[in-house]
């Protein structure tokens, strides 16, 4: 909470809660130290409790909404969930019908809200509900829905590295079931390939397909054999 009392006042709280965003924005695979995974802790807790204030007072105002704005993005890079579920349910769903947020605030967060769905949450119906519901208009996302829809692993990964911070931290929530899906399509596709192109489809490395997904295939020279010819 001295995070939030040392502000003084609400937009010295917003100005330090951006740079925090911005860093996070910056260094998303910096690793936290034990002072900074304690102090990131702290300020996540302190958030909640403002969140918390906000919501007990029924404000709505525009402190109130660029304090939930910062939070969802914020708990977004840290992939701090349990922050941005209910955030960005009260922004959208209460706050917004009193007070608008911006013609490009409300297309953000209403993308942010369909990528969750379809990548962390598999509501892959749910994510376009929404999206037709609220008119979203953003070509990045409809491809990543027609990507997760048609299990298109190449064009899931070319549009992740078109994409934002933030968007990129959401899709990371599908990343191990479309490897996995991948690798199933290589099983059937294949009796061998070589270890780039399979590093390159997955867009991971052979310690990681081995290590974290259990990949069993063998690798010689380069080439990992995938399973053997049938003789006939």
């Known amino acids: 909470m001295a995070f939030c009392s040392d502000a003084g006042h ?12 911005l860093m996070a924005a910056r260094e998303p695979s910096l690793e936290l ?27 709505v105002d525009d402190f109130s909404i660029q304090a939930f704005i910062f939070s969802i993005r914020l708990s977004i890079l840290i992939k701090h969930m349990e922050s941005f579920n209910p955030a960005i349910r009260h922004l959208l769903f209460s706050m917004h ?5 911006a013609s490009t605030e409300k297309q953000e967060f209403i993308g942010y809200l369909v990528l969750d769905l379809a990548c962390r949450q598999d509501e892959l119906a ?17 491809t990543v829905l027609r990507a997760l829809t048609h299990d298109n692993y190449v064009l ?23 490897r996995r899906q991948t690798l199933k399509c290589l099983g059937r596709s294949y009796l061998k390939i070589d270890l780039m192109s399979l ?20 690798l010689e020279d380069g080439t990992v054999m995938i399973r053997k010819e049938k003789r006939r």
């Open 10 to 21: 609400g937009d010295e709280l917003l100005r330090r809660l951006a740079n925090i965003s």
């Open 33 to 59: 130290t034990d002072r900074n995974e304690k102090d990131m802790g702290i300020l996540i807790t302190a958030m909640r409790k403002l969140r918390e204030g906000i919501v007990a007072s029924r404000r």
């Open 97 to 101: 019908p009193i007070q608008p947020l």
């Open 126 to 142: 749910q994510a376009y509900l929404i999206r037709r519901r609220y008119q979203l208009q953003d070509a990045k996302i409809d």
């Open 156 to 178: 899931f990964w070319k549009v992740k590295r078109t994409v934002d911070g933030h968007r990129a931290k959401l899709m990371e929530f599908a990343e191990e079931s479309l």
């Open 199 to 218: 590093e390159r489809f997955t867009q991971s490395t052979w310690l990681s397909l081995t290590q974290d997904l259990g990949v069993g295939w063998q």
